[in-house]
Nanobody, 128 residues
Framework: QVQLVESGGGLVQAGGSLRLSCAAS????????MGWFRQAPGKEREFVAT????????YYADFVKGRFVISRDNAKNTVLLQMNSLKPDDTAVYYC?????????????????????WGQGTQVTVSS
């Protein structure tokens, strides 16, 4: 069973940056699609970004395009989310997720139900 642990959250002023990290256990990390989701109080969990297992193909939610960058290091079993130009609306708990399907299409990758494993989340707070 895969375990995911997020880190890197914190408090930042609007316009600032944070880098989230997700450390994964398991020998098949390189074959997983990895994603980031977020959930603010009173809101649904929403898709942020996904990176597939090969080729570096990425998908982003419209509200983070041009601001966030997802990347992975298969050798280190980690996935990163570089967040720039942060806005107060970005305030949420950010979750790392893994799908055993290595080649998720965008239509599937944005759905939380497609992911098999989830971390506990890391809080990101952006002040105005």
């Amino acid at each position: 069973q895969v375990q995911l642990v997020e880190s890197g959250g914190g408090l930042v002023q609007a316009g600032g940056s944070l880098r989230l990290s997700c450390a994964a256990s398991g020998r098949s990390f390189s074959s997983y699609t990895m994603g980031w989701f977020r959930q603010a109080p009173g809101k649904e969990r929403e898709f942020v970004a996904t990176i597939v297992w090969t080729g570096g193909r990425t998908y982003y939610a419209d509200f983070v395009k041009g601001r966030f960058v997802i990347s992975r290091d298969n050798a280190k079993n980690t996935v990163l989310l570089q967040m720039n130009s942060l806005k107060p609306d970005d305030t949420a708990v950010y979750y790392c997720a893994a799908s055993i399907v290595g080649l998720l299409t965008f239509e599937r990758a944005i759905r939380p139900s497609e992911y098999n494993y989830w971390g506990q989340g890391t809080q990101v707070t952006v002040s105005s």
